[in-house]
């Protein structure tokens, strides 16, 4: 049976040259505008160098308050859209398609001198501090901060766009019991916890027509919290408002020990994807070309999400097709005869 991490991937009308994609992770490198700056053209082009399939951006900031950490990047202000068209047309020029991953750190925001928010006014833990509860009128602001950045996403010619849902940030916290005891139409029950990303996905849909991923905590790893047969069921209604594809991680809404190993993430990729019928991201201590072979042989899930395998190495997917004796394309300029020097 012919390889599968090296084969295409088409999802509407774009197509992935591999199964291999560059997890969003934070580099914390623009300024308090959120601007694109020199190091990101560096550090991103050269995973496209190194060919991955897909790449994403760390997560793009939608509200200047929301930021994960300083410097983060920022989907904002439509000032952001030049400079991220810029990077994302250097990034498609060497052959990868580009992520835009959107989202909000509600209370584990880091952004000084400004109230957090969440769905209710409990803090991560004791040392946090507690978050201020949105309003309905937050609510629906947040929302059309979500529809904004989606258009700008697709103005800056991004190939996929991702709803960030997982790893404790806001919209993860709306999904939680752990963190949502709200009582109105946005919390309490399993559907009113979805309500708002619900909102998010149809406003979104209003805007962008390509690939739709959503990245989530497919368990809170707490006795009281979600659980990946919860998210099972989200991934349903996910599907039925037109998500493409559910990249499954895990943890962050609770300070919790996680016991985390090899592929410890990929059994709810595979529960989600073969209970709902709905293709899935594996992520999580995926290190070898082997290791994601397997994952995709098997059934498990359509892509394989890498992250600090790629910070340590930006040609890992060279890495891995040498591991499973699959040639790949190589940059004409790293070619004997790419560069007119050797060529003579």
């Excluded at 390889?3 to 580099?27: A, G, T």
């Excluded at 990946?228 to 991680?249: F, H, I, P, R, W």
């Amino acid at each position: 049976m012919a390889n599968k991490l090296f084969s295409s991937f088409k999802i509407k009308d774009v197509e992935l040259k591999n199964r291999i994609v560059m997890s969003p992770m934070s580099m914390h490198s623009s300024d308090e505008e959120g601007e694109v700056k020199n190091f990101h053209l560096t550090h991103y082009t050269s995973r496209a160098l190194g060919q991955a399939g897909l790449i994403f951006l760390e997560t793009l900031i939608v509200n200047p308050n929301g930021l994960v950490g300083p410097g983060d990047l920022g989907i904002w202000d439509d000032k952001h859209i030049k400079g991220l068209r810029n990077l994302v047309e250097q990034i498609q020029s060497f052959g990868s398609k580009v992520g835009a991953q959107i989202g909000h750190a509600g209370r584990l925001a880091k952004k000084e001198g400004v109230d957090l928010i969440a769905p209710s006014p409990i803090p991560f833990n004791e040392s946090k501090k507690t978050p201020v509860e949105m309003t309905k009128e937050d609510i629906h602001k947040f929302i059309i901060e979500y529809k904004n950045a989606a258009r700008r996403a697709k103005e800056a010619n991004f190939d996929v766009l991702e709803i960030h849902c997982a790893h404790g940030y806001l919209l993860n916290e709306f999904l939680s019991p752990l963190s949502n005891h709200r009582t109105d139409e946005y919390g309490g029950s399993f559907k009113k916890r979805y309500q708002i990303v619900k909102e998010i996905i149809d406003v979104v849909n209003e805007e962008w027509n390509g690939p739709l991923f959503v990245r989530i905590s497919a368990t809170d790893y707490h006795k009281d919290g979600n659980t990946n047969e919860t998210y099972v069921e989200y991934a349903k209604l996910m599907k039925v408002q037109g998500v493409d594809l559910v990249d499954c991680s895990s943890g962050g809404i609770a300070p919790v020990k996680v016991d985390s190993y090899p592929n410890y993430q990929v059994p709810a990729a595979d529960k989600i994807k073969n209970i709902v019928n709905i293709p899935t991201g594996a992520v999580g201590l995926i290190t070898t070309g082997r290791q994601a072979e397997e994952i995709l042989k098997n059934n498990r899930a359509d892509l394989i999400f890498v992250g600090r395998e790629f910070l340590k190495n930006p040609f890992w997917p060279r890495q891995a097709a040498e591991e499973l004796k699959v040639d790949i394309e190589t940059p004409v300029q790293y070619t004997r005869y790419g560069s007119k020097w050797l060529a003579h």
